[in-house]
């Protein structure tokens, strides 16, 4: 890709930071680079079809994204199946993924990463036919997901907030998960379906999660006793165990983690989803499955 053409992505509301700053910085960077390029607003109602036709009509080669998991979400989602690259300016509330690609978090080295230009194919998956890129979930983080898009400040602050409020008011929901032909029962605080290895703000959730290896990260985290539950999440994060000793250690583990290219999960008492940290409505059940090499993101 030789000739390069940019259209960069604002996301107007995303995060604290002041997006006057960011337009002034893509102008001078992208200016001095001799790159042409174009600025628009991201759409909060997601319709891109006269983006996408503007794309393909103008010939741009790169589609630039300012701000968090939900942006990228929704313009990938909107735009795959172009023959375009994906870069990330991070300006959301947890980057998730642009953390997870090694995208730096300061709007100038990013930029910098963009105009390098090497990218690599990027895994998505869907969940009842919705489009997911990083990482989504059913119950405890998903109720927080839930409240904290109702706040008017999206900082890390209120998200922690939020965390520990429902933490306090968290209880287990009951599942069934069917796996390459069989099938369990738990009770679970949360089910997390990463293709990402973090929630976001460098806490990871899959350590064995890779953008581009065409898997699915499941983590369960089990009904136990609450004192427990965050050092168990601290001893998660330095461990692994496989699919074929779920049946086993059902009873032995308070965190499951194995990987899959599909599942479907049985939501038996309707716990709340989210999707990239968006929320969404649930559902009585869930059918995933691993989009392999959705899209070409510029990273590290």
Same mark, same amino acid.
């Given at each position: 890709?030789?000739?390069?053409?940019?259209?960069?992505?604002?996301?107007?509301?995303?995060?604290?930071?002041?997006?006057?700053?960011?337009?002034?910085?893509?102008?001078?960077?992208?200016? @001095?680079?001799?790159?042409?390029?174009?600025?628009?607003?991201?759409?909060?109602? +997601?319709?891109?079809?006269?983006?996408?036709?503007?794309?393909?009509?103008?010939?741009?080669?790169?589609?630039?994204?300012?701000?968090?998991?939900?942006?990228?979400?929704?313009?990938?989602?909107?735009?795959?199946?172009?023959?375009?690259?994906?870069?990330?300016?991070?300006?959301?509330?947890?980057?998730?993924?642009?953390?997870?690609?090694?995208?730096?978090?300061?709007?100038?080295?990013?930029?910098?990463?963009?105009?390098?230009?090497?990218?690599?194919?990027?895994?998505?998956?869907?969940?009842?036919?919705?489009?997911?890129?990083?990482?989504?979930?059913?119950?405890?983080?998903?109720?927080?997901?839930?409240?904290?898009?109702?706040?008017?400040?999206? +900082?890390?602050?209120?998200?922690?907030?939020?965390?520990?409020?429902?933490?306090?008011?968290?209880?287990?929901?009951?599942?069934?998960?069917?796996?390459?032909?069989?099938?369990?029962?738990?009770?679970?605080?949360?089910?997390?379906? @990463?293709?990402?290895?973090?929630?976001?703000?460098?806490?990871?959730?899959?350590?064995?999660?890779?953008?581009?290896? +065409?898997?699915?990260?499941?983590?369960?985290?089990?009904?136990?006793?609450?004192?427990?539950?965050?050092?168990?999440?601290?001893?998660?994060?330095?461990?692994?165990?496989?699919?074929?000793?779920?049946?086993?250690?059902?009873?032995?583990?308070?965190?499951?983690?194995?990987?899959?290219?599909?599942?479907?999960?049985?939501?038996?008492?309707? @716990?709340?989803?989210?999707?990239?940290?968006?929320?969404?409505?649930?559902?009585?059940?869930?059918?995933?499955?691993?989009?392999?090499?959705?899209?070409?993101?510029?990273?590290?």
């Amino acid at each position: 890709m030789s000739e390069r053409k940019i259209i960069y992505l604002v996301n107007p509301i995303s995060g604290t930071s002041k997006k006057d700053a960011i337009k002034k910085l893509i102008e001078s960077e992208t200016t @001095a680079q001799g790159i042409p390029f174009e600025i628009a607003h991201t759409n909060a109602d +997601g319709d891109y079809d006269l983006l996408k036709d503007k794309i393909i009509r103008e010939k741009f080669t790169d589609v630039v994204m300012t701000g968090g998991d939900g942006t990228v979400n929704q313009v990938t989602g909107a735009l795959r199946g172009l023959s375009v690259r994906y870069g990330i300016i991070p300006m959301g509330s947890g980057n998730g993924l642009a953390r997870s690609a090694g995208i730096p978090m300061k709007s100038e080295q990013a930029l910098a990463m963009i105009f390098a230009g090497k990218s690599q194919m990027v895994d998505a998956f869907l969940i009842n036919n919705q489009y997911a890129c990083m990482l989504s979930g059913i119950g405890f983080d998903a109720q927080v997901a839930h409240d904290f898009a109702t706040k008017t400040s999206r +900082g890390l602050l209120t998200y922690t907030q939020q965390s520990i409020i429902n933490f306090f008011k968290a209880h287990p929901y009951q599942f069934e998960l069917i796996i390459d032909g069989f099938s369990f029962f738990t009770d679970a605080f949360f089910i997390s379906i @990463a293709n990402s290895n973090q929630f976001g703000n460098n806490f990871t959730i899959a350590p064995q999660a890779n953008l581009h290896d +065409g898997l699915l990260d499941i983590v369960i985290v089990q009904k136990m006793n609450k004192a427990k539950l965050p050092f168990v999440m601290l001893k998660h994060i330095r461990s692994n165990n496989k699919i074929q000793q779920l049946v086993e250690e059902m009873g032995q583990k308070n965190i499951i983690y194995f990987q899959t290219t599909s599942l479907t999960i049985k939501n038996m008492k309707y @716990a709340p989803l989210h999707i990239d940290g968006e929320p969404r409505e649930t559902a009585e059940e869930f059918h995933i499955e691993i989009l392999k090499d959705c899209f070409e993101l510029i990273c590290s």
